[in-house]
């Protein structure tokens, strides 16, 4: 069975950096779209960042625009987050998403890895 499975998680300082990778595990995925979810301790699931197609449009939560930059590589079927100037509210359970049905806007997570930890302190 085809799933997603996210690494680079783990223990950084506030002001540090964290690179994300996600792809596919157990077979291929054609992801017309990515996505990047949180879900910090004792809040509910938050969107981060996606990313279309091409990588021609990108989106980001206000909470980490500036810093937080998500890329792919198509040949490698692969979606990146690369997390700048980390601070301590950005530490959660970070999950990738993609959209395989290739419809359009609204995009539809209808694929989702385990998540990974990023723990920000100092």
């Known amino acids: 069975q085809v799933q997603l499975e996210e690494s680079g998680g783990g223990l950084v300082r506030p002001g540090g950096s964290l690179r994300l990778s996600c792809g596919a595990s157990g077979g291929t995925v054609s992801a017309y779209a990515w996505g990047w979810f949180r879900q910090p301790p004792g809040k509910e699931r938050e969107f981060v960042a996606d990313i279309s197609w091409s990588g021609s449009t990108t989106d980001y939560s206000d909470s980490v625009k500036g810093r937080f930059i998500i890329s792919r590589d198509n040949n490698k079927n692969t979606v990146y987050l690369q997390m700048n100037s980390l601070e301590p509210q950005d530490m959660a359970v970070y999950y990738c998403?993609?959209?395989?049905?290739?419809?359009?806007?609204?995009?539809?997570?209808?694929?989702w890895g385990q998540g990974t930890q990023v723990t920000v302190s100092s």
């Open positions: 998403a993609a959209d395989t049905a290739g419809l359009g806007l609204p995009y539809e997570w209808n694929l």
